[in-house]
């Protein structure tokens, strides 16, 4: 099978939450069906929508895989999970959230996965290091430079390390 590239977000906002995103990186290419090609800065942003809780620290990888969409989303999710994620259906504070945002130019809408990840356009924690990697980038024919100067400026930060 051929190598797919994909887009996935990283976040974590409770503990060592640099050391949370350097470990789903490894345990995303443990499976070896995963190859890291490329990963953003690291971004500080208050959480949205949480409340009182502490700060997100967020990144996208390029991914190449064999896998198909749907079994990168389990991999996204069983990596969140020995990493110490615990979902509740609720929006919550977390170890690490792993979100598959693009997978080539596939578009899915089912109930477990929507590609693009329709909340790209939301987003700027999700924009701008996407933007970094992948400058040209089109999502669903609009450039992600676009995409992200249209969505009103938050308050993340650019981080001092970075995970590669």
């Keep these: 099978m051929s190598l797919k590239n994909a887009y996935i977000a990283l ?20 499976s070896g069906k ?15 929508g949480l409340g009182n809780v502490p700060d997100f620290l967020n990144a996208v990888a390029c991914v190449q895989t ?13 990596v969140e999970a020995v990493l110490g994620r615990v979902r509740t259906g609720q929006p919550a504070s977390r170890t690490i959230d792993l979100d598959l945002l693009l997978y080539e130019d596939v578009q ?12 790209i356009e939301q987003r700027d ?21 676009s995409i992200l100067s249209a969505i009103p400026a938050g308050r993340m930060s650019l981080w001092a390390e970075t995970l590669r």
């Design 66 to 78: 064999s896998l198909s969409p749907q079994e990168l989303l389990r991999r996204c999710l069983s």
């Design 125 to 145: 924690f999700v924009a701008r290091p996407l933007m970094d990697i992948a400058p040209g980038l089109l999502i669903s024919g609009k450039l992600i430079e």
């Design 11 to 30: 976040g974590s906002n409770l503990g060592d939450r640099m050391s949370h995103l350097r470990a789903s990186l490894n345990e995303l290419e443990m």
């Design 108 to 119: 899915l809408d089912t109930p477990s996965l929507q590609l693009p990840h329709p909340r």
């Design 34 to 48: 995963i190859r890291i090609e490329a990963v953003s800065p690291v971004y500080n942003n208050p959480a949205v």
